[in-house]
Every structure is written in C-alpha cells, then in structure tokens.
C-alpha cells in the first residue's frame, strides 16, 4: 500500500469514528511525517523505524508531541493493518504544566480589540461558556434555546452533550446575530463562505487580537477556556460545577484550575504582618 492511499484510508476511518478536525488533522500530519523521513511503504514501517523519527524530530519537542505522535500511529496502523508498530516503544510522561491565564482585564482589552462583529461575538463566547475551539466551530443555530437563555454542546469530547448559559451581557447581540445566520439559510452558528469555519480561522483572529491588544503572553482559544475556569474559580464557584461546565469526565482534569492565579496569591499575606498587627 503506497503513502495517500494509506492516508485517505486514515481519514475515511477517522470522519466514520466523527474525531474532530484537530484529531485527523494531527493524526493526518504525523504519519505523512513519519513516511516521507523513513522513506517506505506504511507495510513495511518498524519499531525501529518509528524510534528513528522520534530521536531525529521529537527529542527536542514536548512530552505532548510524542504522546500524540505515537497516539496517530498506533490508531492508523492497528485500524489499517493491522499492526501496532508501537507497541515495546515507552510513552513519555504528561508534563504537567500550569495553563496561561488571561486576567480579566486582558481578557476585555483582546475582544474589545476584535472589530469584526462576528469574530467579536464568538470569542466572547469561547470565553463565556469555556468552549474548546472544535465546540464553537461545530456550535449549529439549531443547539440554542433563546427562550431558556441557554445552549447545548452536542457530542463533545468523551461524547456527551452538555448544556451551557448565555451571558446575560451578550444574549441580545447573540440572538440577534443567529437570527440574520438562519435567514442567510446558514446551519452553523458561525459560518464561513464554505460552510463550518476551521479551528485555524479562529486561532489567528485569537493570535491577531492579542497582538493589537498589547498583550505579551501566547494567547490561543484555548487560553480564554483556562481563563474561563480560573476566574470562576476565583469567584468562588463549586469546581465540580467548573467541571460540568468545561465537559470533564474526571474532576482531576478540572483540578489544574486549583493552581491558583497570580492574582489571587497576591492577596495572600504573610503571618509576619499579622504578627505586626498589619
């Protein structure tokens, strides 16, 4: 079996299992890597080949990197032939790292800096509702229930559908908005000319607003989902309400958020001051 044909095998697989487009795109990405450096067929790939890639390209990159990299070979090459080239090979260890968090005032500088009133609205969203991007981009006019003044995440990652609040402060905007979007005949909520905007649009009118804002920390969607749980959690909300919120199947994913932000160990004085009666 040659190299695209493989491939289109892999994606046909990975759409009939519905993974997002991060998944394939990633999965996709990594196993045209590994060919083009081997240099074979994907029938005579080995472990050893797949130890060379990662000594050559990955011993630089993130525990993540790897973790994914042989994630995409394993699902590719167990589902398409049968194998598992990466079996004997040891995973790195998740590094756990403590997320960037926008504080609130950098979060309103970055959408006040988005002109485009439907990019304004929808990174409003990912932050109001703590959406990943692959949620926001699959969000359809037909998931919001305005009379409730709520929406549904349908299918989410582990597969469950959830339920998420409209901010008060964005409900008119937002409903007018789906409105124009249904009468345009768009199913989508936040649609391009081709239909469902790519998690990559939104990652650069995120990276673009940051730039114009002035804001020096690597801003991504993701990092206004880690804004979202850390503020609540500031305020003083039940983390397992965080958790259901955020759409974790385990409360241990959610206690990350439990790190507690710069601004809130600021507050923290020390017993020396109140020795001092301070």
Known sequence: MEKQEFLKKIETELKISKNSEYTIRNYLFFNSALLDF???NPDEITSDDVKSFMAENLSNKSSSSSILFLSALKYAYTNILDKDITSGIKRPKREKKIPIVLSREEVKKLIDAINNNKSRIMISMIYACGFRVSEIV?????????????????????????????????????????????????EFLFAGPRGRLSTRNIEKIVKKAALKAGISKR???????????????????DIRKIQELLGHSDLSTTQIYTHISAEELKKVKSPLDSLNGQ
């Open 138 to 186: 699959n969000l359809k006019i037909n998931d919001m229930e305005f009379s409730e003044k709520t929406g549904y995440v349908r299918q989410a990652k582990g597969k469950k559908d959830r339920i998420f609040n409209i901010p008060y402060s964005l409900f008119e905007q937002l409903k007018n908005y789906a409105e124009k979007q249904k009468q345009l005949g768009n």
């Open 219 to 237: 801003v991504t969607p993701h990092t206004l989902r880690h804004s979202f749980a850390t503020h609540l959690l500031e305020s003083g909300t």
């Open 38 to 40: 081997i240099k074979k």
